[in-house]
């Protein structure tokens, strides 16, 4: 399944703990959590990145959301959150054997980060494959979920 998925919330600011250690924090941004597919490829980081980097939705100074995270110069935490791909239709248990293997994702999630640095964006991490806790404060509140499958956002 060539798929990535990504909840992107519009925030005020937004950091990330380990063993109650702050790793990454941002203030006004996008806090996104990143779910990457078994068959995944860059291509579709690729077009993940230039949608998040171009998506207008910060205000103007009218307040319509025409400004992107790159217009005003804000921040971009990633984290790295395989349970999108959970499977719940059966049982009480998530099945999680729809997300992709971690080497992959953690490469891809690298390449993700890389490209919107490239981009000129703030950008904090968690840390791959540890257990976090993310704390951020929703700015609208603006929720969206993309999906980017085969080059296409969805």
Do not use: W
Not at 66 to 71: A, G, H, M, P, Q
């Amino acid at each position: 399944m060539l798929v990535v998925k990504v909840v992107l919330q519009r925030v005020s600011r937004a950091a990330v703990r380990v063993a109650e250690k702050e790793v990454g924090s941002i203030g006004p941004g996008l806090c996104l959590l990143v779910g990457i597919g078994p068959d995944d490829t860059g291509a579709n980081i690729a077009v993940a990145v230039d949608k998040i980097a171009g998506l207008r939705v910060f205000g103007d100074t009218s307040g319509q959301m025409n400004r992107s995270v790159v217009d005003t110069g804000g921040g971009v935490l990633v984290i790295s959150q395989f349970t999108l791909f959970a499977d719940v239709s059966r049982g009480r248990r998530p099945s999680f054997s729809d997300a992709g293997p971690p080497e992959k994702a953690r490469k891809l999630i690298d390449e993700m980060v890389g490209g919107l640095r490239d981009r000129g964006i703030e950008v904090a991490t968690g840390r791959f494959g540890a257990k976090m806790e993310v704390e951020l404060v929703n700015d609208g509140p603006v929720t969206l979920m993309l999906e980017i499958r085969d080059g296409k956002v969805l």
